[in-house]
C-alpha cells in the first residue's frame, strides 16, 4: 500500500488543479468558479493526504485574505499533540484552524497553538471535564453548547434559535442564562473560560476521518 503523506499548502483556485480538487471535495462538489459568491479569495490555506500514485483527499480547506495568516506548521503542531482518537483529531483540526482565523487571549500574547495548548487550565469540574473530553476541555462544537443550555431548563426554541437568541443578550431567556449554576458556578461564566473563541461551529468528520487514517497507517509503516 502507498505510504500516505501529510501535506499543507496556500493554494490559489484560479490556478491549481490541486485546489479546485479540494474545493470540489469539501466545499461545494459541482466544482470552483473564478469569482465564485461564496468568497471574496481565490486562495485558501489547505491541509490533505496524499501518496505517491494514489488519489489525495482533504483534511482543511479554509478561505483565506493573506496568505501569511497560516503559518504551513499543522505538521510540527499535529507531531507535539500527539491526537490519541478520531475525536480528538477531529478537535485538533479545528482548534488549529481557528487560532488563526479568531483572536483570542491566547493568540494576542503572541503563542503557537501547541503553547496556547499546553497553557491552557481551568477549575476542575466534573460535568464540563467529561462533557468536553474530546475537545480537550474548550467547548467547540455546537452540540456541547447546546448540552450546556439544556440547564436553563425547558424551552421553546430548538438549539439554534436558542444560541441565535442568546447571542442579542437582552431578553427573558438571557437573564435566565445568566442565573444558572452548576455545581456553584455560572454557567456563563465556565462558558466564557472553555468557549476562548467566543462561538461555536457544527462539527465536521469526513477530514479529520481522513487524517485520523493517515495517522494510523503511517503509525504502522
Known amino acids: 500500500m502507498p505510504r500516505l503523506i501529510i501535506k499543507e499548502a496556500i493554494l490559489n483556485l484560479d490556478e491549481s488543479d490541486l485546489a479546485q ?8 462538489s459541482h466544482g470552483w468558479e473564478k469569482g465564485h459568491w461564496i468568497s471574496r479569495s481565490n486562495q485558501a490555506y489547505c491541509i490533505y ?14 478561505f ?18 500527539q491526537p490519541h482518537s478520531l475525536l480528538d483529531a477531529q478537535f485538533l483540526i479545528e482548534f488549529y484552524r481557528r487560532y488563526f ?21 481551568f477549575k476542575p469540574n466534573s460535568l464540563l471535564d467529561e462533557l468536553l473530553a ?12 447546546d448540552q450546556l443550555l439544556q440547564f436553563i431548563g425547558p424551552v421553546w426554541y430548538n438549539p439554534p434559535d436558542m444560541r441565535l437568541r442568546l447571542g442579542f443578550q437582552s431578553g427573558r431567556l438571557w437573564r435566565d442564562y445568566q442565573q444558572i ?23 465536521s ?17
Open 49 to 62: 493526504v496524499t501518496s505517491r500514485s494514489g488519489p489525495t483527499h482533504g483534511v482543511l480547506f479554509q
Open 101 to 121: 482565523q479568531d483572536k483570542s487571549s491566547y493568540s494576542k500574547k503572541g503563542l503557537s497553538p501547541w503553547e496556547a495548548l499546553t497553557e491552557m487550565h
Open 21 to 28: 480538487e479540494l474545493y470540489a471535495q469539501m466545499i461545494d
Open 205 to 221: 468528520l469526513p477530514g479529520a476521518l481522513t487524517l485520523w487514517k493517515a495517522l494510523n497507517e503511517s503509525s504502522y509503516n
Open 134 to 145: 474530546d475537545s480537550r476541555g474548550l467547548i467547540m462544537w455546537d452540540h456541547q453548547y
Open 181 to 203: 449554576k452548576i455545581d456553584g458556578r455560572k454557567l456563563q461564566e465556565m462558558v466564557k473560560e472553555r468557549a476562548i473563541f467566543g462561538s461555536t461551529r457544527a462539527a
Open 64 to 81: 483565506v485574505q493573506d496568505e501569511k495568516i497560516y503559518p504551513v506548521h499543522f505538521h510540527r503542531f499535529l507531531t507535539l499533540s
